[in-house]
Every structure is written in C-alpha cells, then in structure tokens.
C-alpha cells in the first residue's frame, strides 16, 4: 500500500529562518495530522486538517502555520526559527470515520518524518 | 495527558513472547485501546487496536481485560528488530492520538 510521504527528510536552517514542510497522504485518507518530536520525547500533537478545515490544534506555536490543499496534502510552515524547534516532524494521515482504505490499517499511518535542525 | 500507564522498559530474549502490559483504568465506553511502536526514529508503527474483544493480527495478538481497565500486549515470537518503544494509547475515534512515555522494549540475542 502507498505510503505517507513527506518531505524534505532532513533540513537545516538558521535561527530566525522559516522553513517549509510538506507531506502527502495516503490516497483516500481524508485527515492529516502533525506531530513534533524533540529528543529524548515522545510524539507531540501539533495540529489536524479535516477536508481541508483546521479540525484540531494542539501545542502547536504561533510562529508556525499550517494548510490543506485541495489535493489534500499539507504543508507545515514554520517561521523565526528558533534553537528549541530541533526535531523530528511527523505526518500522519487517515480516515476520519476510522475505517481504512485496502492494503492500510484502522489506526494513523504515520510518514518517516522531516528532521529538522536549528543552528 | 496520556491516559495510560506502562512499564519504561522491559527485556525479552529473543524468539520468546513479549507481553506488554498496560493500565488504563479511567477509559471510558466509547474508547478504543490502539497500540503503536517506533523503532528507533522512524515514524510511529500501527500494530493492533480494539474496543473490548481480543484482537490477533499478523503483527501481535491484544488481550484486553474483562472491566477495560487494562490490557496485554502479546509479540509471540519476538525478534532483535522488534526492539523499540512501545506505545498504549486510548482514543475516540476522531481524537488525535495522545503519546504517552510508552515501554522501551529489548529483545535480547
């Protein structure tokens, strides 16, 4: 089955800079889900998209935005970087409803993540 | 806050079952129990989910208790690359999905 994809995988960048992430879904999921994981953490939520409509906003910071397309992917901006914004950025995708499309599961398909480094 | 209260770590040699235990003693009616793993810092792995009736997969098979309150996971034959951190987690549909410190599991040689 296709996978969540994002990219870039990695990116480097300097304090004060923006930065731009992108992730695809897997075809047919119709929700998109971001998570922010520093080192040594666990998986925090960020924020969701829903039919292209902000469903839910967790810790996500005011200098970072987010969208959905029409073509359903999104794209994670994040501005004035700062040192603490070091982390690996997560993607997931599903179906709403929780059903799953064939060759996928019930749960969130997750992409292998943006690493993104601050300096 | 992750609804869930597992274990940090726990050892397994390899080819013997890894039982995963988990305590959710607050999950309501209409939560599910998902299980997850990330494998070093890959992206986080869907294994098996359920609501009250045990679940087998080609992955892991869940136990889940009588009352709800708790549940097992179950590796049958554990292998050097099904070390990782493992994650219990309680949801709603539509929730997002709340990642708690989950168990660092080793399968030993």
């Known amino acids: 089955a296709a996978g969540v994809i994002q990219s870039p995988r990695h990116l480097i960048k300097e304090k004060r800079e923006t930065a731009t992430l992108k992730c695809y879904p897997i075809?047919?999921?119709?929700?998109v889900y971001w998570y922010q994981q520093g080192p040594g953490q666990d998986p925090q939520f960020l924020i969701s998209f829903y039919e292209k409509m902000q469903s839910d906003k967790g810790s996500i910071p005011d200098r970072f935005s987010a969208q959905q397309f029409s073509d359903y992917h999104s794209e994670l901006n994040m501005s004035s970087l700062e040192l603490g914004d070091s982390a690996l950025y997560f993607c997931a995708s599903s179906l709403r409803d929780g059903s799953r499309v064939e060759g996928g599961n019930y749960g969130y398909t997750f992409g292998s993540g943006t690493r993104l480094t601050v300096v | 806050d992750a609804k869930t209260t597992q274990p940090p770590s726990m050892d397994c040699a390899e080819g013997r079952a890894a039982n995963l235990p988990c305590n959710h003693s607050?999950?309501?009616?209409?939560?599910?129990v998902y299980w997850y793993r990330q494998i070093h810092s890959q992206g986080p792995q869907y294994i098996i989910h359920?609501?009250?009736n045990n679940e087998t997969n080609e992955m892991a098979s869940l136990i889940i208790t009588e009352d709800r309150k708790s549940s097992t996971l179950i590796l049958p034959h554990a292998t050097l690359r099904d070390t990782a951190v493992y994650y219990c987690?309680?949801?709603?549909?539509?929730?997002?999905?709340?990642f708690g410190p989950g168990t660092r599991l080793s399968v030993l040689p």
């Open positions: 075809p047919r999921h119709d929700t």
């Open positions: 607050t999950i309501s009616g209409n939560e599910y």
């Open positions: 987690i309680v949801r709603v549909y539509g929730q997002n999905f709340v």
């Open positions: 359920g609501l009250k």
